[in-house]
């Protein structure tokens, strides 16, 4: 049963980190530090959807070249859940540029540049209500 502490964030895979076929790797380091997959699905997201998802980057002179990219090709979308999965998650990603990320986390494994870094995680408690909200149902969910 989880317990009081048990939050969910949500995480995407981006497709930078989907072709280099190291999905097991991934969600091995989300595991071996404690989080759980609680729901999973590939899927391509569409331009309305990702521009809603990073609604909040809307001005900013990346987004859309970040909306590009993120729809250019299958992601993996998850549900992660565990003590503290939020800033768990967060620390297990590491920092949202490559070059900047410490070793052993998933973006300095993987991630390419600072648009290609390999993984989303959500920021915050909020962050991750909304955002899990906009790509699972609540029955979707299930594998707590
Ligand atoms: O993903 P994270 O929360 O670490 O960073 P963010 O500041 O919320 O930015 C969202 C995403 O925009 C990043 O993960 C990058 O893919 C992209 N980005 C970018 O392309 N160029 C930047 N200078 C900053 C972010
Ligand atoms: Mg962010």
Redesign the pocket.
């Known amino acids: 049963m989880p317990n009081q502490n048990t939050e969910k964030t949500f995480s995407i895979v ?1 497709p930078n980190a989907m072709k280099k076929n190291c999905l097991g790797d991934i969600l091995s380091m989300f595991e071996a530090n404690g989080l759980k997959i609680a729901a999973a699905k590939i899927s391509l997201i569409s331009t309305s959807k990702c521009e809603e998802f ?1 609604a ?2 809307k001005a ?1 002179p ?1 987004f859309p ?2 909306v590009k ?2 729809t250019s090709g299958p992601v993996l979308l998850l549900c992660l859940s565990g003590e503290n999965a939020v800033l768990k998650n ?1 620390e297990i ?1 590491g ?3 490559p070059k900047k990320a410490a070793p052993g986390t998933i973006r300095f494994k993987f991630g390419d540049n ?4 390999a993984v ?2 959500s ?1 915050s408690l909020n962050s991750a209500e909304r955002e899990l909200s906009l790509f699972f149902e609540k029955s979707e969910i299930c594998n707590l």
């Open positions: 981006k990073y909040e980057h900013r990346f070249e970040l990219f993120m967060r990603m920092a949202t540029d600072v648009g290609e870094n989303h995680g920021d």
